[in-house]
């Protein structure tokens, strides 16, 4: 199948949302500047906030360069969905290039909490980044054999393969410690820090959120994945911050670890119509990916929730669910020669 081809299908609003993530993440996974054009034309047409933040955040993944004018401009539109903006800012951050500065310091004050949290995250990770960069000479690209960032993205991806960068160059930012190849908002803290130290910083919502997605990241990249659920559980009990709330549901979603404690703060989430879409959003494809039975008909029901974003997430989460039970992986191979 053709880049062609699989836009066709990322753009067909009367295709089912299931069937457009697998082209979105099979484009992802295809990459080059083909790929990037074709997620760029979704991003700016679509009437979903769903579908679009998703793109924004393949964009990001890919650390495609030619995204950045798109990726600022919704970001500086303050009448679009803020679930979109936030991640349009991320990826920004993701891609990392002097050309993101300018759009990440103006929302760095926006009025909006959850596109300021993240901008400040994402100009701080560009920060790092820089810095990085003069010690190319010491930088690891992560090996392939490595899992991709969550469950969901490895709908229709090549197995055993990382989303391509736009320029196929070496992905920046993929820490070499992590099980994961998601490139992450903010680096995993040190190994040196114990992890009863970075579980009171990850609860402490005094703490700043650059450490406490540090924090975060580095339970998550140690192995313990029960315990680590629990304490995500927590915050998602007790932060007042949907930014950092829905990142904590995301890391479940990668964790997949089906400890009853943590499985119930994610229903709980999901059937809370006072928190935030992004974060109900998070918690359903987490359930999705955890893929225990006797949630099925939770996200049955919450697929026809009232907010869309909610909506959508359900009917993406049980083709999640429905994938890791079958133990289905369709590798691009599957599907023909790909041409660009």
């Given amino acids: 199948m053709s880049v062609e081809t699989h836009r066709a299908e990322l753009v067909d609003q009367s295709l089912p949302m299931p069937r457009r993530f697998r082209a979105l993440f099979t484009l992802r996974s295809i990459g080059g500047d083909d790929?990037?054009?074709?997620?760029?034309?979704?991003?700016?047409?679509?009437p979903s906030a769903l579908f679009r933040h998703e793109v924004a955040f393949a964009l990001g993944q890919m650390q495609a360069p030619g995204a950045v004018d798109v990726l600022k401009r919704v970001l500086r539109d303050v009448t679009d969905d803020e679930m979109v903006r936030h991640e349009c800012a991320e990826a920004l951050g993701a891609?990392?290039?002097?050309?993101?500065?300018?759009?990440?310091?103006?929302?760095?004050?926006?009025?909006?909490?959850?596109v300021r949290e993240t901008a400040t995250l994402a100009l701080r990770r560009l920060e790092h980044a820089r810095a990085k960069r003069g010690e190319a000479k010491d930088a690891v690209e992560a090996p392939a054999s490595k899992t991709l960032g969550s469950a969901k993205e490895r709908?229709?991806?090549?197995?055993?393969?990382?989303?391509?960068?736009?320029?196929?160059a070496p992905r920046d930012g993929v820490d070499a410690d992590s099980p994961y190849l998601s490139?992450?908002?903010?680096?995993?803290?040190?190994?040196?820090?114990?992890?009863?130290?970075?579980?009171?910083?990850?609860l402490d919502e005094s703490a700043d959120m650059w450490d406490?997605?540090?924090?975060?990241?580095?339970?998550?990249?140690?192995?313990?994945?029960?315990?680590v659920a629990r304490t995500l559980g927590e915050v998602l009990g007790s932060s007042q911050s949907a930014l950092l709330k829905h990142e904590a549901c995301y890391v479940l979603g990668q964790l997949q670890e089906a400890?009853?404690?943590?499985?119930?703060s994610l229903v709980r989430t999901l059937e809370d119509v006072r928190e935030h879409p992004m974060v109900r959003h998070e918690a359903a494809e987490a359930i999705g990916s955890i893929a225990a039975p006797d949630t099925e008909n939770l996200l049955r029901k919450y697929a026809g929730d009232?907010?869309?974003?909610?909506?959508?997430?359900?009917?993406?989460?049980?083709?999640?669910?429905?994938?890791?039970?079958?133990?289905?992986?369709v590798p691009l191979a599957a599907c023909g020669e790909v041409a660009a």
């Avoid at 490139?183 to 990850?202: G, H, I, K, Y």
């Avoid at 974003?309 to 359900?314: G, K, L, P, Q, Y």
């Fill in 259 to 264: 400890d009853a404690t943590a499985r119930a």
């Fill in 183 to 202: 490139v992450d908002p903010v680096p995993a803290a040190p190994a040196s820090v114990p992890s009863d130290a970075l579980t009171a910083v990850l």
């Fill in 212 to 227: 406490r997605y540090g924090a975060m990241f580095a339970l998550r990249n140690r192995g313990d994945g029960p315990g």
């Fill in 306 to 329: 009232g907010d869309r974003i909610v909506a959508e997430s359900c009917e993406v989460a049980l083709d999640i669910m429905a994938s890791e039970m079958s133990g289905e992986f």
């Fill in 95 to 114: 891609i990392a290039t002097e050309e993101c500065v300018d759009a990440l310091r103006d929302a760095c004050v926006d009025g909006c909490r959850v």
């Fill in 35 to 46: 790929a990037v054009a074709a997620l760029l034309g979704a991003m700016t047409d679509d």
């Fill in 155 to 168: 709908l229709s991806a090549p197995a055993a393969a990382a989303p391509a960068p736009a320029n196929g």
